[in-house]
T-cell receptor, first 108, second 112 residues
Framework: SQQGEEDPQALSIQEGENATMNCSYK?????LQWYRQNSGRGLVHLIL?????REKHSGRLRVTLDTSKKSSSLLITASRAADTASYFC????????FGKGTRLHILP | DAGVIQSPRHEVTEMGQEVTLRCKPI?????LFWYRQTMMRGLELLIY????????DSGMPEDRFSAKMPNASFSTLKIQPSEPRDSAVYFC??????????FGSGTRLTVV
């Protein structure tokens, strides 16, 4: 197991803009996952990208993975107020250690 | 499926009292995890089970914490005696073969 580290810690953007969050990790992985946590709620699984994939889309979400740099990015296009939340990356394994996340705030 | 169900949603107790948190995982999931979340320390993994067997409890803070999973559909996390520093939101999550955890809504514990 290992911990992903998200960057930046906090991000504020205007509604309609795109939001990009980054994740770095230290050792080789089988897959990488992104989660969202709305205030006062549990984490929600957003997307999983396998180590042999470079890019994956799900609706307004786009995830990239660069295993040579041990990094991933999550792009949210055309942001909405409902996207205000904390976002966490997590690497696969028998247990997931979550980082501190990126707190995203969408301004009206 | 109703998802991962945790109870109670909120618990306020006095220091020294026993607290029991409950979790019903998604049917068919073979992994169950207990996490604790605070502003200071973020999300901490306390313990996880595979097929009802505890695999790693290295995150349990001290002997006051214990967790059980008597069957595939139920788990408890017990704190005895509770202390104010145990105040946090406790999450239960389950998964099938560690891909894509499903989290419960959490139990907000306040120890006064």
């Amino acid at each position: 197991s290992q911990q992903g580290e998200e960057d930046p810690q906090a991000l504020s953007i205007q509604e309609g803009e795109n939001a990009t969050m980054n994740c770095s990790y230290k050792t080789s992985i089988n897959n990488l996952q992104w989660y969202r946590q709305n205030s006062g709620r549990g984490l929600v699984h957003l997307i999983l990208i396998r180590s042999n994939e470079r890019e994956k889309h799900s609706g307004r979400l786009r995830v990239t993975l660069d295993t040579s740099k041990k990094s991933s990015s999550l792009l949210i296009t055309a942001s909405r107020a409902a996207d205000t939340a904390s976002y966490f990356c997590a690497t696969g394994g028998d247990k997931i250690i979550f980082g501190k996340g990126t707190r995203l705030h969408i301004l009206p | 499926d109703a998802g991962v169900i945790q109870s109670p949603r909120h618990e306020v107790t006095e220091m020294g009292q026993e607290v029991t948190l409950r979790c019903k995982p998604i049917s068919g999931h073979d992994y169950l995890f207990w996490y604790r979340q605070t502003m200071m320390r973020g999300l901490e993994l306390l313990i996880y089970f595979n097929n009802n067997v505890p695999i790693d409890d290295s995150g349990m803070p001290e002997d006051r914490f214990s967790a059980k999973m008597p069957n595939a559909s139920f788990s408890t996390l017990k704190i005895q005696p509770s202390e104010p520093r145990d105040s946090a939101v406790y999450f239960c999550a389950s998964s099938l073969s560690t891909y894509g955890y499903t989290f419960g809504s959490g139990t907000r514990l306040t120890v006064v």
